[in-house]
C-alpha cells in the first residue's frame, strides 16, 4: 500500500499529534503542505480533503481521514509497532480525557491565550491582550492541577507505556512552556514537569520541531 | 460495584450522549442533577467532579471520569452488552471522525447558531442574532455534506450495526431538527433524513427525553 499522506503545517499542535503518532509507530508517510493562515485561506484544492478548512488531515491506500483524534487512533490501530492506546478500560479512560483536555481546555488556554498573546504577537510588534491573558491564567491553572492529578506514576503520562495521552499533550506543553508565564503555572506540578523534560527529548519529538 | 453516578442535567446534547450509551448498555444509574446554566454557574460541591464547571461527570466505583467522549467509550469498555465501537480500524476511524465533527462543528452550528438562535431565544422573548444565523448556514451545510458522505449503507451510521457515531450525533439532531432551517438544511440527504427518523424512534433516544 501507497505511503500515508498527511496534510497540514509543522507548526500546527494537531498536526505534530498525527506526527508523533506516525513517528512512534515507525511510520513513513509523505507531510504535504498546507498553511491555513495564508492570505484568503488554505489553497481551494484542499477543500476536498478538509472541506472546514482546518488541518491536519490524512490518507491512506485511498482511506481519506480528518479530525486528529481520529486519525492518531487510526494510526496507532492500522499500523505495525507499539500500542498508543492501554487495553485497561480504566487507563484508556483516563487517556480518552486527557485527550478531551486538551480539546476543550488546554489547546486555547496554553497556546492561543498564553503562547500566542505572550510570546508570538510581542515578537510580531502585535499588542498582548492583557485582560485575555489574565483570564486564562485561572483556567490554565486548573489544566495543570488537573492533568497533575491525573497523571500516573511512570516515566509517561499513564505509568510506564507511552500512549496518545502523551502525543496529545506534549505539542501544546512545547508552545506553552516558552511563555515566562509557563515556569511559574508548573511550579508544585514536578512529576509533570519531570514528564515534560523526558518527553521533549524524545525521539519523535526532537524530530517533528516546526520549521515555521 | 455500586451503580453509576452521571451529573448533569437532561436538557444538555453531551449528558444526553452518555445517557444513550448508558442505556443501550442497559446500565443502571443515577442522574444527579446539575445545572449549569443556574445564576452564579453550578453549585461549588460541582467543583470537586468537573473542575471546568462543565456537564457531564461520571462516576463508577470510586473512578471519576470527565469529558463525554471518554465517558461514552468506558461505558462501552467497562460495562457488558453490546459494542458500541467497530472492531475494523476503518469504520472506528469514521466513527472517531464522526465525534470529532460533533465537538468541533455540528454541536455549534446546529445546536447553538441555528437551533438556540432561531428558536430557543424566541420562544423566551430573545432576539435573533441574524448575522450569526447566516453565518453558521453554510457551516451546517457542509456539516451535513460531510454526515452523509460518511455515512454508509445501512440502518444506523456505520451500517447495520448501532455505535457511539449515532449516539453523538443523535441528541444535535433533536435540537437541530426543531429548527424550521433544518428541513431545507436536510433536503438532499435522503439517507441521513431516513437515518434520523430512526434514531429518533430508538428506545433509548425516546427515553432520554429533555424534562427543562
Redesign the interface.
Known sequence: MSKPILYGADYSVYVRIVRLALAEKQVDYELVPVDVFATGGPPEWYGRHQ??G?IPAFEHGG?A???????S??VD??FAGPALQPAD??L???M??V???V???AYRTLVWNIYVETVSKPAQGARTDEALVASALP?AL?CL??LARLKRDGDWFLGDTLSLADLHLAPVFGYFTKAAAAQALLAGHPALTAWWERMRQRPSYCGTEPTS
Open positions: 472541506p472546514f482546518r482511506f481521514l480528518y479530525e486528529t483524534s481520529a486519525i487512533r487510526y490501530e492500522a478500560a480504566k484508556r479512560a483516563t480518552n480525557q485527550v478531551g483536555i480539546d476543550a481546555y483556567v486548573t492541577a488537573e
